[in-house]
C-alpha cells in the first residue's frame, strides 16, 4: 500500500543533495531527487539510491554487540553493552589517566547533526589529549592555511562557482566529488554552464580524472610539485605588473611584499621540469587567470596528500588573492550560514596549531587533533601516556590510516575498545564492544558544518523518513549514555545522579541546541522568542523544500578572526617551509612510480561497498598505469601485478591506460575488505586491496601532520 512520499536530505556527502523518498507499507521503497529543492534542484548521484540498501542492509547490526574472549559475538541488550563499554573505557581512564584512551571519529561526522551537537562537545570534554579523525588524510593543510590566515580553521573560503569565468582545478574532482570544501550539488551541470556562458575550465592532476574530461585544459603535473607550480604562478604575477594592492581582499592583507620576495626564485623556467609543465603554458595560466573578468583557483585533496601540503595549501589561497579574487564575485568567498560555525569552532576549542605535540613522534596538534599517522606509535610505545583504550566513532582508520596494517596490528593490543558503528568491519572487528546507531533515514538532519562551505547561502531542515523503534539509538543518545555513565558511574546512587541529568540533556537533543545556534547565529529571531523577522528551527521546518537566501557575498572583513582583523598573506611558518621546495629544485629527479589515489562516484571511502547495486559492474579496484610504463616492464592490460612499496604489498589486476601520466599509478581508496573476521558479505565478495597498505605513516607533511599518501614511491612486476 502507497504511503506517499517524505522529503529529506541525502547525507552521504558533502553536496547534501535534497530527496523525495516514495514509501509502502512504512518501508522506503525508491529515493529519487528533489525537484522542488532550491539547492539541488532534482539532482542525485547514485550513492542516494543505496539509502534505502543501507537501511535494510542484513549485515547492519541492529543491536548492541559484545565480543567475548573467543572471539565470538553475542548480541546483548543496550543496558548491558552501556554498561560494559563505560566501565571499560572508565577502568582505563583509571589506572592509567586521561590520555590512555583515544578517541577517533570518522568522516560521517560532519554528516550527522547529533554527532556534531552532541560527541564532538563531549569528546573533547573527556579530558584526553588523544583525538583523531581524518582531517589528518584529507583536509588538514586547508584547515591550518585558513587558521594562519584568517584566524579560524573553519574560515576556508569557497569558490563561487555559478558566476566564475575561469576556473583553475588543482588536485580535485569536483565532478565526482561534487565539491570538497565545497557544498556544491551537480557540479557536472555547474562546470557545464560555465562552459556555456564563454568560460574557461583548465584541470592539473596527474591523471585525466571525470572534471579533467571537461576541461578546456588539461595538464599533467608530477605528484608532489603542486606548491612550485602555485609558487611559479605567483611570480609571474608580480614580474608582470598584474598584482594590485588596492584589488578585493589584497587591500585588508599583511605581507604582499613578503610574498613577492619568496616567489622570487621559482620563475616558470626554473620549475618547469620538476613539475612537468612547460614553462610558457605555466606563464599562459598565471595570466589567463588574473586578466579574466572573474576567476578563482580551487585545490583540494590531492594539494593535500604530499610532503608540501601546507605550504601548497597557503599558496592556493594566496594566488586568488594576490589576482584579486579574494572575497569578489566569482572568486573565493564566504558563505553567510544561519549558523555561525566559526563560533562553534571557538566553543569546541578547535583555534590552534602546535600547542601540545604527540608523545612517541612530537607531532603537533592541529585544532585539538593529532595526525592519524601517529596513532599506532601512541598504542605500540610503552611509557606515561601511552594509549590503552579507544573510542571509534563512525570511522573505519585500518582502511583510511596510512599503512593500515601497523595500526590494525595495534588495535589488537588494547586493552580495551568501544565502536559506535553499524557494522562489523575492518577496525570494529577488533572492539570489544559495539553500539550501533540508526540508518541515515531514521535520522533528522540539518548541515551544520556544511553550510558554512556552500556556494550558496541556504538552509534546510529535514524530519526523519523512518521512524526510529523503541529498542533502537540515536548516535547521540549512545554518546550521551556513554558520556555520562563515564562521568558519574554505573552504581547507584551515582545513576540517580545521571538520571538526573539525563531527562533535560535528552529533551533538549541536538533540535533544541540546533534552534538555540540559529537564533543567536547572525541571521536568528534571538532567545527571546520570534518576532517573525528572524530564523528559527520552527521556521525553517516550514521550509519543506529548504530556503535559497541568495549568491555570495563579499563579507571577508566580517569572518576575519586574526588579531588585527587582517588576512596574513605570509604567515612565518609557511615562509620557512619555502626552503624545502627550493631543496625540491635542488634534488635529483627519481625515476620510482609515485602511487595517487582516486575516487568514484558509486563509493564513499570505506563504508559504501556493502550496497551490490553499489559495487556492480565492471571491477573498480584496479592498478592504473600509463602503457609507456607497463611496456618497460613488460606488463599488459588485465594482467595480475604486484605492487610493493618500503611498507607493505597487494595484488590487484592492471589496467593499462593513458589516463594517468607516465610515471605514475593509481589505486582507489577505501578497498580492501578481505580482512578476516569482518562481517559484510557484498564488500567481501568485492574485496579489492587497500591503497594502505601501501602508503607509509611516516611520510607526512612536517608543518601540518597531513599524510603524503600521494608521493609513495612503488615498484609494479608481474604477480606470481
Known amino acids: 500500500m502507497r504511503d506517499g512520499v517524505k522529503y529529506g536530505i541525502c547525507t552521504l556527502c558533502e553536496a547534501g543533495c535534497g530527496i523525495e523518498v516514495e514509501l509502502e507499507d512504512g518501508r522506503a521503497v525508491s529515493v529519487r531527487g528533489d525537484k522542488a529543492d532550491g539547492f539541488s534542484k532534482g ?21 548492541p554487540m559484545i565480543r567475548e574472549e573467543d572471539g565470538r559475538w553475542r548480541e546483548v541488550s543496550w543496558e548491558k553493552a552501556l554498561h560494559t563499554a563505560a566501565e571499560g573505557l572508565q577502568k582505563v581512564r ?31 570534554k573527556m579530558g584526553t589529549r588523544n ?67 564563454g568560460g574557461k575550465l583548465i584541470v592539473i592532476d596527474p591523471r585525466r580524472t571525470q572534471t579533467a574530461r571537461l576541461a578546456d585544459e588539461h595538464h599533467f603535473i608530477r605528484p608532489g610539485t603542486d606548491a612550485l607550480l602555485l609558487m611559479a604562478m605567483i611570480h ?92 569578489q564575485i566569482g572568486g573565493l568567498m564566504y558563505p553567510a550560514p544561519l549558523v555561525d560555525v566559526g563560533a562553534i569552532a571557538r566553543m569546541l576549542g578547535m583555534k590552534g596549531h602546535d600547542r601540545w605535540r604527540s608523545r612517541v613522534r612530537g607531532l603537533p596538534e592541529l585544532a585539538g587533533e593529532f595526525p592519524i599517522a601517529t596513532l599506532a606509535d601512541e598504542i605500540n610505545q610503552p611509557g606515561q601516556g601511552q594509549v590503552k583504550a579507544l573510542l571509534t566513532s563512525a570511522g573505519n582508520p585500518a582502511l583510511s590510516a596510512p599503512n593500515g596494517p601497523a595500526l590494525e596490528a595495534a588495535l589488537g593490543k588494547l586493552d580495551f575498545m568501544v565502536s559506535i558503528d553499524g557494522y562489523i568491519n575492518e577496525t570494529t572487528r577488533h572492539a570489544n564492544v559495539i553500539l550501533p546507531p540508526v540508518s541515515q533515514l531514521q535520522r533528522p538532519h540539518f548541515d551544520v558544518a556544511l553550510t558554512a562551505f556552500a556556494i550558496r547561502n541556504v538552509a534546510r531542515w529535514a524530519d526523519p523518513i523512518l521512524p ?51 537564533r543567536i547565529g547572525p541571521k536568528g529571531a534571538g532567545l527571546g522568542g520570534s518576532n517573525g523577522k528572524g530564523w528559527t528551527l520552527e521556521k525553517l521546518r516550514r521550509e519543506t523544500h529548504g530556503v535559497d537566501m541568495g549568491p555570495l557575498e563579499p563579507r571577508a572583513v566580517d569572518v576575519l578572526e586574526t588579531p588585527n582583523r587582517r588576512i596574513q598573506l605570509a604567515p612565518e611558518r609557511f615562509v620557512k617551509g619555502v626552503e ?141
Open 236 to 327: 609571474t604575477l608580480f614580474e608582470a605588473d598584474r598584482v594590485k594592492p588596492s584589488r578585493g581582499a589584497l587591500a585588508i592583507s599583511d605581507g604582499l611584499s613578503i610574498l613577492n620576495q619568496v616567489s622570487k626564485p621559482f620563475s616558470p623556467e626554473i620549475v618547469a621540469e620538476t613539475c612537468q609543465i612547460p614553462a610558457q603554458t605555466i606563464r599562459t595560466m598565471a595570466l589567463e587567470f588574473a586578466d579574466a573578468r572573474r576567476s578563482a583557483c580551487y585545490g583540494r585533496l590531492g594539494v593535500c596528500l604530499q610532503p608540501s601540503a601546507a605550504v601548497a595549501a597557503w599558496l592556493v589561497y594566496a594566488l586568488n588573492i594576490v589576482a584579486g579574487r579574494m572575497d
Open 468 to 518: 526510529k523503534h523503541p529498542d533502537e539509538r540515536h548516535d547521540w543518545e549512545i554518546v550521551m549514555e556513554l558520556g555520562l555513565r563515564m562521568m558519574v558511574g554505573n552504581q547507584w546512587p551515582a545513576s540517580m545522579l545521571c538520571e538526573l541529568i539525563r531527562g533535560p540533556l535528552g529533551r533538549l537533543g541536538p533540535e533544541g541546541i540546533l534552534d538555540i545556534l540559529i
Open 580 to 720: 624545502a621546495l627550493r631543496e625540491q629544485l635542488q634534488s635529483s629527479p627519481r625515476r620510482a612510480l609515485l602511487l595517487i589515489g582516486r575516487r568514484h562516484l558509486r563509493s564513499n571511502n570505506s563504508w559504501m561497498h556493502n550496497s551490490q547495486r553499489l559495487v556492480r559492474g565492471k571491477d573498480r579496484c584496479t592498478l592504473l598505469m600509463h602503457p609507456e610504463d607497463a611496456q618497460a616492464r613488460s606488463l599488459e592490460d588485465g594482467q595480475r601485478v604486484e605492487v610493493a612499496s618500503q611498507v607493505g604489498a597487494v595484488e590487484v589486476t592492471l589496467e593499462v591506460s593513458d589516463e594517468v601520466m607516465p610515471g605514475v599509478v593509481s589505486l582507489p581508496h577505501g578497498w580492501g575488505h578481505h580482512r578476516q573476521g569482518t562481517q559484510m558479505g557484498v564488500a567481501q565478495a568485492h574485496a579489492g586491496v587497500s591503497v594502505n597498505d601501501l602508503t607509509d605513516d611516516q611520510h607526512l607533511d612536517p608543518i601540518s601532520g597531513n599524510a603524503a599518501l600521494n608521493t609513495t614511491e612503488v615498484n609494479v612486476r608481474a604477480a606470481g
Open 43 to 63: 539532482y542525485v548521484c547514485p550513492k542516494a539510491t543505496a539509502l534505502i540498501d543501507l537501511h535494510e542492509d542484513p549485515d547492519r547490526l541492529r543491536r
Open 94 to 124: 583509571e589506572r592509567y589517566g586521561n590520555d590512555a584512551l583515544a578517541i577517533y571519529q570518522g568522516n560521517p561526522t560532519v554528516h550527522n547533526l547529533g554527532l556534531m551537537l552532541f560527541a564532538q562537545p563531549l569528546f573533547r
Open 131 to 197: 583525538l583523531y579523525s581524518p582531517s589528518s588524510v584529507d583536509q588538514g593543510p586547508h584547515m591550518l592555511a585558513a587558521l594562519e590566515m584568517f584566524g579560524s580553521p573553519a574560515h576556508m573560503p569557497v569558490v563561487d562557482i555559478d558566476r566564475t569565468d575561469c576556473l583553475i582545478v588543482l588536485g580535485a574532482n569536483p565532478v565526482v566529488s561534487n565539491g570538497s570544501i565545497m557544498t556544491a550539488p551537480d557540479m557536472r551541470g555547474r562546470l557545464k554552464a560555465l562552459k556555456k556562458r
